[in-house]
């Protein structure tokens, strides 16, 4: 059927845009905008298939179940974000698969409108750290992400973030890693016998690992994931406003 009409507005709210300032639009959206590109792993908690690409029982879901070498990050400040690592917990994800990467916080909001969830010192945002400390979910705060890496399969393989004043983890090194820490089993758990001469050892996953120093003079980490989860800053969808 047709509906005439003289204007058309389209009100589809603000969605978010962490993904769209890396021209990346989400794995489960089916048409790619001009100049963006999709990269498996790499997701929006906007994109309307995501409940579909993490179902109970779905192939990413299983991965960071059962691969030790698979891991989530969950990157933003807004509700959104701790809502995603619920979701995440409740399709049986183990906790240390799970990172939450807080960027840090605005100090200008005149550009940008804020989405965090909690005030700075917010006696709840404590409290829910705390919580998901102590189940083991790993905690990175102040730390913005730059851009991506992918493997030789295009798949989503690590994140590079800029390490801002005042960051603080409960992410270690692996120089740091205790022997007997699962993360640590896991690197390993597919090589058999001693490393061949010449050949690197695997490294450990779901650590910070130093990259380099950006040009603004702040330190650059590496954080190897098979799954990116966004749910921060949010501005009009690209198709929309291109519309």
């Known amino acids: 059927s047709l509906l005439p009409y003289d204007y058309l507005v389209v009100a589809a709210g603000l969605q978010d845009d962490a993904l769209h300032s890396l021209k990346i639009r989400s794995w489960g959206v089916e048409h790619v905008t001009d100049s963006y590109r999709r990269v498996n792993g ?30 989530a990050v969950v990157y933003g400040r807004s509700l959104d974000a701790y809502c995603v690592v619920q979701g995440l917990l409740m399709r049986k994800v183990p906790p240390t698969k799970i990172i939450l990467v807080l960027p840090p916080r605005l100090k200008d909001a005149s550009q940008q409108l804020p989405v965090d969830a909690f005030h700075e010192g917010d006696e709840v945002e404590r409290k829910i750290h705390s919580i998901l400390g102590h189940m083991e979910v790993g905690v990175c705060n102040g730390y913005k992400l730059l851009s991506i890496t992918q493997d030789n399969r295009e798949r989503l393989k690590a994140l590079i973030l800029e390490e801002h004043e005042g960051a603080t983890s409960t992410v270690g090194d692996s120089a740091a890693m205790p022997a007997n820490d699962p993360a640590a089993k896991g690197a390993t758990s597919e090589v058999k016998g001693p490393p061949r001469a010449g050949v690197e050892a695997p490294k450990m996953r779901g650590l910070l690992e130093d990259y380099q120093v950006g040009s603004n003079g702040l330190p650059q980490k590496l954080l190897a994931c098979r799954i990116l989860i966004t749910a921060d800053s949010v501005n009009v969808d690209p198709d929309i406003f291109g519309s």
């Open 42 to 71: 790499a997701m929006s908690a906007a994109d309307p298939s995501l409940r579909n690409l993490l179902v109970e029982g779905g192939t990413l879901i299983k991965s960071l179940i059962w691969n030790p070498l698979s891991y």
